[in-house]
Nanobody
Framework: QAQLVESGGGLVQFGASLRLSCAVS????????IGWFRQAPGKEREGVAC????????YYADSVKGRFAISGDNAKNTVYLQMSSLKLEDTAVYYC???????????????????WGQGTQVTVSS
């Protein structure tokens, strides 16, 4: 059974950078879609960035384009989300999730992903 463990969240100031990690066990990354999602208080969970590690990033939300970068290390079975120029509105719980459907990475919709980590809090302060 797939297990995903996020780490790297924390409290940072506006404009800072942060790197999230998602350690995956139970299956090899390169045959799956994997993504980062976030949920802010009172808001729906949204796709931030998704990737097929065999092909590279396939989706970024408009709100993070140019600031966030998703990457995967198949040897470590880990996916990263490098976040730069953080804004107050990036504050949320960040989750990683996996889908067995390679097409899922293109749309990065939460309902297409079935195995989720526990989440890591990212708080951006002014």
């Amino acid at each position: 059974q797939a297990q995903l463990v996020e780490s790297g969240g924390g409290l940072v100031q506006f404009g800072a950078s942060l790197r999230l990690s998602c350690a995956v066990s139970g299956f090899p990354l390169d045959y799956y879609s994997i993504g980062w999602f976030r949920q802010a208080p009172g808001k729906e969970r949204e796709g931030v960035a998704c990737i097929r590690t065999s092909d590279g990033p396939t989706y970024y939300a408009d709100s993070v384009k140019g600031r966030f970068a998703i990457s995967g290390d198949n040897a470590k079975n880990t996916v990263y989300l490098q976040m730069s120029s953080l804004k107050l509105e990036d504050t949320a719980v960040y989750y990683c999730a996996v889908s067995p459907f390679l097409r899922a990475a293109a749309g990065c919709a939460p309902h297409d992903f079935g195995s989720w980590g526990q989440g890591t809090q990212v708080t951006v302060s002014s």
